[in-house]
T-cell receptor
Framework: NAGVTQTPKFQVLKTGQSMTLQCAQDMNHEYMSWYRQDPGMGLRLIHYSVGAGITDQGEVPNGYNVSRSTTEDFPLRLLSAAPSQTSVYFC??????????????FGPGTRLTVT | RKEVEQDPGPFNVPEGATVAFNCTYSNSASQSFFWYRQDCRKEPKLLMSVYSSGNEDGRFTAQLNRASQYISLLIRDSKLSDSATYLCVVLNYNQGGKLIFGQGTELSVKP
């Protein structure tokens, strides 16, 4: 199993550009989430999904869109990049309630810089 | 008030020391509790789940006090390789299975 994969690993964008961060998992997990991590801030939840076709907002959703058309994939779209979106982005997945310990498996992260 | 709060760091300790991390959470409906470890610029990885009866994994002991909404992690006989950031994490399936992370406590073990 590859686990949780994310692409790209690094990205530099100019203000106003859009892009999609890719996330895929091969563990048949129901739950998938996107977090951003900034220095001194810990991980903050952007959007999450409890199954294909179902998404919801987390703590910091503004400026980001998600969709979950398949169990495996959960892309994160930046609509119009801003310097405040410079961060490290982690995708994670886990089993749903009653199917596991609740442990989330994280991808290796995407380091995004917006100039 | 943050939902999950941890001791501010960093903790700088010599090899062989015992170090304790504390964490409090505000949502009494929280259901599962974890300690994750994060190495510099890497993804977080599960260190251990925390059970009400307390649990131990080698040099690591985790405790949960639901009445006080308090979680702890004790590391005995610290190794250089224990240097990392330790994240206290709370899960509530009633909130869509979201993990809520504390801000992390950095540990640096020195020779």
């Amino acid at each position: 199993n590859a686990g949780v994969t994310q692409t790209p690993k690094f990205q530099v964008l100019k203000t106003g550009q859009s892009m999609t961060l890719q996330c895929a998992q091969d563990m048949n997990h129901e739950y998938m989430s996107w977090y951003r991590q900034d220095p001194g801030m810990g991980l903050r939840l952007i959007h999450y999904s409890v199954g294909a076709g179902i998404t919801d907002q987390g703590e910091v959703p503004n400026g980001y869109n998600v969709s979950r058309s398949t169990t495996e994939d959960f892309p994160l779209r930046l609509l119009s990049a801003a310097p405040s979106q410079t961060s490290v982005y982690f995708c994670a997945s886990s089993y749903g309630p009653g199917q596991g310990s609740g442990e989330q498996y994280f991808g290796p992260g995407t380091r995004l810089t917006v100039t | 008030r943050k939902e999950v709060e941890q001791d501010p760091g960093p903790f700088n300790v010599p090899e062989g020391a015992t170090v304790a991390f504390n964490c409090t959470y505000s949502n009494s409906a929280s259901q599962s509790f974890f300690w994750y470890r994060q190495d510099c610029r890497k993804e977080p990885k599960l260190l251990m789940s925390v059970y009400s009866s307390g649990n131990e994994d080698g040099r690591f002991t985790a405790q949960l006090n639901r009445a006080s909404q308090y979680i702890s992690l004790l590391i005995r006989d610290s190794k250089l390789s224990d240097s990392a950031t330790y994240l206290c994490v709370v899960l509530n399936y009633n909130q869509g299975g979201k993990l809520i992370f504390g801000q992390g406590t950095e540990l640096s073990v020195k020779p």
